[in-house]
């Protein structure tokens, strides 16, 4: 009988000790994994607050819907690129050449669909293969003869941007049809506002499952995990902010196809690296080399996929960029596209040292970089003041990383 009772008054405990894990329990949580160096993503939502308040007061345009859809159309192709550079740098690597691989990425296109009269789809498809082996060329160097990948890459920058300029030939540019279904994607297309508004359902509702999974797995495993209660007030509060986005965007053309294919590709790579045991093993070879490699994971496979992304993702951005220009020249992956895409991931909080990141890094750092070079356009700013101040927030947020890579380690110490 008093082991009954006692067993009941466990219960009891147990079930207050779950109904405090909510939103005071998810509180705590963030606090301790700040303490401890985990910072996530606050420090660049947190930047991008500041960043819109200050361009905002400065010009009251830079808020406005018309001007939140351009930046988000233009932010698709560096982004996509953001998003291979986050792969390279969980593992600790560097890849200095996308720049120059989507610009050679959009004169196989052009060439091949303009000059030669392939049908799109064909030349779309070889200049993913295309950045697809340049991935695995630069995998083989660093595997098989140990060149670092910041060596391997410099070179591929300057043998890319040679070999697009030959591609190109003589003419140095070549015009994509204003009519084609790859100019108007880019260009024209949008989604339908009942359809936006479906996705954004249709999102909080898998953050709800997701986490109501998770959090019974952990259950049963005996960890702790968030409530019920918890897991439906951040969805509902994820649907309301999606709501508004979509309502914001749609007062005049809403939300570009482009965008959306970039965010779905960020949500793909989010569950492939947290959910998949290919993305462990990503963290696990970022974070120690030696200690994944004696875990038993392929570490060689690792750094081959990493790669082999890293350049599709260079080459698929070469492509949404020229679509968007509607021509491929000798300008194009040019510029301070191959810096932005580097800035935009550590900006989004993806670690150099590598086994510190997520895809929506890439988001958010492209979204602040976009940000900063719109709002200096409509204060009519030289250009040269948008390379400083770009320069600056790069610099902050990777003092930020080490100052939270030395927080992990004294953290972990104690």
Same mark, same amino acid.
């Given at each position: 009988?008093?082991?009954?009772?006692?067993?009941?008054?466990?219960?009891?405990?147990?079930?207050?000790?779950?109904?405090?894990?909510?939103?005071?329990?998810?509180?705590?949580?963030?606090?301790?994994?700040?303490?401890?160096?985990?910072?996530?993503?606050?420090?660049?939502?947190?930047?991008?607050?500041?960043?819109?308040?200050?361009?905002?007061?400065?010009?009251?345009?830079?808020?406005?819907?018309?001007?939140?859809?351009?930046?988000?159309?233009?932010?698709?192709?560096?982004?996509?690129?953001?998003?291979?550079?986050?792969?390279?740098?969980?593992?600790?690597?560097?890849?200095?050449?996308?720049?120059?691989?989507?610009?050679?990425?959009?004169?196989?296109?052009?060439?091949?669909?303009?000059?030669?009269?392939?049908?799109?789809?064909?030349?779309?498809?070889?200049?993913?293969?295309?950045?697809? =082996?340049? /991935?695995?060329?630069? %995998?083989?160097?660093?595997? #098989?003869? *140990?060149?670092? !990948?910041?060596?391997? &890459? $410099?070179?591929?920058?300057?043998?890319?941007?040679?070999?697009?300029?030959?591609?190109?030939?003589?003419?140095?540019?070549?015009?994509?049809?204003?009519?084609?279904?790859?100019?108007?994607?880019?260009?024209?297309?949008?989604?339908?506002?009942?359809?936006?508004?479906?996705?954004?359902?249709?999102?909080?509702?898998?953050?709800? =499952?997701? /986490?109501?999974?998770? %959090?019974?797995?952990?259950? #049963?495993? *005996?960890?702790? !995990?968030?409530?019920? &209660? $918890?897991?439906?007030?951040?969805?509902?509060?994820?649907?309301?902010?999606?709501?508004?986005?979509?309502?914001?965007?749609?007062?005049?053309?809403?939300?570009?196809?482009?965008?959306?294919?970039?965010?779905?590709?960020?949500?793909?790579?989010?569950?492939?690296?947290?959910?998949?045991?290919?993305?462990?093993?990503?963290?696990? =070879?970022? /974070?120690?080399?030696? %200690?994944?490699?004696?875990?038993?994971?392929?570490?060689?496979?690792?750094?081959? &996929?990493?790669?082999?992304?890293?350049?599709?993702?260079?080459?698929?951005?070469?492509?949404?960029?020229?679509?968007?220009?509607?021509?491929?020249?000798?300008?194009?992956?040019?510029?301070?596209?191959?810096?932005?895409?580097?800035?935009?991931?550590?900006?989004?909080?993806?670690?150099?040292?590598?086994?510190?990141?997520?895809?929506?890094?890439?988001?958010?750092?492209?979204?602040?970089?976009?940000?900063?070079?719109?709002?200096?356009?409509?204060?009519?700013?030289?250009?040269?003041?948008?390379?400083?101040?770009?320069?600056?927030?790069?610099?902050?947020?990777?003092?930020?990383?080490?100052?939270?890579?030395?927080?992990?380690?004294?953290?972990?110490?104690?």
């Amino acid at each position: 009988m008093s082991t009954t009772v006692k067993s009941t008054a466990t219960d009891r405990q147990d079930e207050r000790l779950r109904s405090q894990e909510g939103l005071r329990g998810a509180i705590s949580d963030v606090v301790e994994r700040a303490r401890g160096g985990d910072l996530g993503v606050i420090p660049v939502v947190v930047g991008l607050i500041v960043i819109w308040s200050v361009l905002q007061i400065l010009n009251p345009v830079f808020l406005s819907s018309a001007n939140l859809v351009n930046l988000t159309l233009e932010s698709a192709a560096v982004g996509v690129i953001a998003l291979g550079i986050v792969c390279v740098l969980l593992v600790g690597e560097i890849d200095l050449s996308v720049g120059s691989v989507s610009g050679l990425s959009s004169a196989v296109l052009a060439v091949l669909f303009v000059s030669q009269g392939l049908p799109v789809w064909v030349a779309i498809l070889a200049s993913v293969l295309m950045g697809a =082996v340049v /991935g695995w060329v630069y %995998a083989q160097l660093y595997n #098989r003869f *140990g060149v670092p !990948s910041f060596v391997i &890459s $410099m070179a591929g920058l300057l043998a890319f941007l040679g070999l697009q300029l030959y591609v190109l030939g003589s003419k140095g540019s070549i015009n994509l049809p204003f009519d084609s279904g790859l100019v108007n994607f880019a260009q024209l297309a949008f989604v339908p506002d009942w359809l936006s508004y479906t996705f954004a359902v249709v999102a909080a509702v898998w953050l709800f =499952v997701s /986490g109501y999974l998770h %959090a019974s797995e952990r259950r #049963r495993a *005996g960890l702790s !995990s968030k409530t019920t &209660s $918890m897991l439906a007030i951040r969805s509902a509060a994820l649907l309301v902010v999606l709501a508004f986005v979509v309502w914001y965007l749609g007062q005049t053309r809403g939300i570009g196809w482009m965008f959306m294919l970039f965010v779905g590709m960020v949500l793909v790579m989010h569950y492939l690296l947290s959910r998949t045991k290919w993305g462990r093993s990503v963290y696990a =070879v970022g /974070g120690n080399v030696e %200690a994944a490699r004696r875990a038993g994971i392929n570490v060689k496979a690792v750094y081959t &996929s990493v790669f082999v992304l890293c350049s599709s993702f260079a080459a698929v951005g070469g492509i949404l960029a020229a679509a968007r220009l509607a021509a491929a020249n000798q300008s194009s992956g040019g510029g301070d596209i191959n810096l932005n895409a580097i800035a935009a991931a550590v900006i989004g909080g993806t670690s150099l040292f590598g086994g510190r990141g997520s895809a929506f890094g890439a988001l958010l750092g492209i979204i602040v970089i976009q940000s900063i070079s719109s709002g200096l356009t409509l204060l009519n700013l030289d250009s040269s003041i948008r390379f400083v101040v770009t320069g600056a927030v790069l610099l902050l947020a990777v003092v930020v990383d080490s100052i939270a890579r030395k927080s992990r380690t004294s953290h972990g110490r104690a």
